[in-house]
């Protein structure tokens, strides 16, 4: 069975400093990564995924994520935070091989709080 | 944000009464998803639809029904729910390929009395 862990609850950074929000995940083979944001009484909204090739996975709003297969983690990463990414962020995890299940399996979430 | 839409975005119910939420996508997507995600914990999947067909059930219990019509349409159906049952209830869809992304709906907040 797959897993996602989000060790932290909360992230706090600085405006205009680098942040990283630490994903990790457990999956047999060949993984499917995802991050989304939730903003307050809002859905999911998909920032980026890592399908294959490149590890480094650029996506929505300046947002980045590096794939580390040796160490089972998909980052989330930004050079410079704003104010306005303070939101909830789910890693979420997927076998690669087709395996007849399309669930998706998400990380608890890490509250990323930006101050000014 | 329009892609998947849900109704209504809010709902408040006694636990004899009977509601349907609802889910649209205008993705030309075939498969559909219904989560819940409740206060400090992470999203459960509920029901899992490709092309109309219910292929995922995790266990949710009878007093949750869902109904796919098309594959643009989802509804749950609730019955005789227990305050427990208070969450936001997230509708998905996506394309039916293994890599393909799931577009998420704003959710209905239901509150169960």
């Known amino acids: 069975a797959q897993s996602v862990a989000q060790p932290e609850d909360q992230v706090n950074v600085a405006e205009g400093n680098p942040l990283t929000v630490k994903c990790t995940y457990s999956?047999?083979?060949?993984?499917?990564l995802f991050w989304y944001v939730q903003y307050p009484n809002r859905g999911l909204q998909f920032l980026l995924k890592?399908?294959?090739?490149?590890?480094l996975v650029k996506g929505s709003y300046g947002f980045e994520a590096e794939f580390n297969k040796s160490q089972t983690s998909f980052h989330l990463k930004k050079p410079s935070a704003l104010v306005s990414d303070s939101a909830l962020y789910f890693c979420?995890?997927?076998?690669?091989?087709?395996?007849?299940?399309?669930?998706?399996?998400f990380g608890s979430g890490t509250r990323l709080q930006v101050q000014p | 944000e329009t892609g998947v839409t849900q109704t209504p975005r809010h709902l408040v119910m006694g636990m004899t009464n009977k509601k349907s939420l609802k889910c649209e996508q205008h993705?030309?997507?075939?498969?559909m998803y219904w989560y819940k995600q409740s206060a400090k914990k992470p999203l459960e999947l509920m029901f899992v639809?490709?092309?109309?067909?219910?292929?995922e059930n995790n266990s949710v219990p009878s007093r949750f029904s869902p109904e796919c019509p098309n594959s643009s349409h989802l509804f749950l159906h609730l019955h005789t729910l227990q305050p427990e049952d208070s969450a936001l209830y997230l509708c998905?869809?996506?394309?039916?390929?293994?890599?393909?992304?799931?577009?998420f709906g704003p959710g209905t907040r239901l509150l169960v009395l």
């Open positions: 993705l030309g997507h075939n498969a």
């Open positions: 639809y490709n092309f109309k067909e219910q292929t």
């Open positions: 979420a995890v997927r076998p690669g091989r087709d395996t007849g299940r399309r669930a998706l399996t």
């Open positions: 999956v047999s083979g060949n993984p499917y």
């Open positions: 998905a869809s996506s394309g039916l390929a293994v890599q393909e992304t799931q577009y």
């Open positions: 890592y399908i294959t090739g490149d590890n």
